[in-house]
Nanobody, 125 residues
C-alpha cells in the first residue's frame, strides 16, 4: 500500500504561482511512476504531468507546457508540481497519482495504482 497526501493548493490570482507537493508513505517510492491529474467542475479528470521512476522521462499536457514543472525527490518520497503563470482555466482539484505501469504520453487512469485525496487550486481573474 502507498498513501499519498497532497498539499500546497489554494487560491491565487491570474498569473500567479503555486507549488503542489505530494508526500508518499508505504512501499518504496522509487518503484512508482508519479503524476498529477486534475478535475475541473463539470469536467472529467485529466492527466496533467507525469514523471517516470527516476524522473528521466516527463510528460505534460499541452495546455500546461512551459508553465508547469513536475519533479520528484526519491530520497524524500515526494513529488512536486510547480505551477507558474496560472490561468482561471487551471482551476481544479489536483490529484497525486502513483503507478507501476506507464507507457509514455498521457497517463491512463487504468494504470494508476494509488490516488491522493486531492487539493483544490482556484485561480481568480
Amino acid at each position: 500500500q502507498v498513501q499519498l497526501v497532497e498539499s500546497g493548493g489554494g487560491m491565487v490570482q491570474d498569473g500567479g504561482s503555486l507549488r503542489l507537493s505530494c508526500a508518499a508513505s508505504g512501499r518504496t517510492f522509487s518503484i512508482y511512476n508519479m503524476g498529477w491529474f486534475r478535475q475541473a467542475p463539470g469536467k472529467e479528470r485529466e492527466s496533467v504531468a507525469v514523471s517516470s521512476l527516476s524522473g528521466g522521462m516527463r510528460w505534460y499536457r499541452d495546455t500546461v507546457k512551459g508553465r508547469f514543472t513536475i519533479s520528484r525527490d526519491n530520497a524524500k518520497n515526494t513529488v512536486y508540481l510547480q505551477m507558474n503563470s496560472l490561468k482561471p482555466e487551471d482551476t481544479a482539484i489536483y490529484y497525486c497519482a502513483a503507478g507501476r505501469i506507464y507507457y509514455g504520453g498521457s497517463w491512463s487512469e487504468r494504470n494508476v495504482d494509488y490516488w491522493g485525496k486531492g487539493t483544490l487550486v482556484t485561480v481568480s481573474v
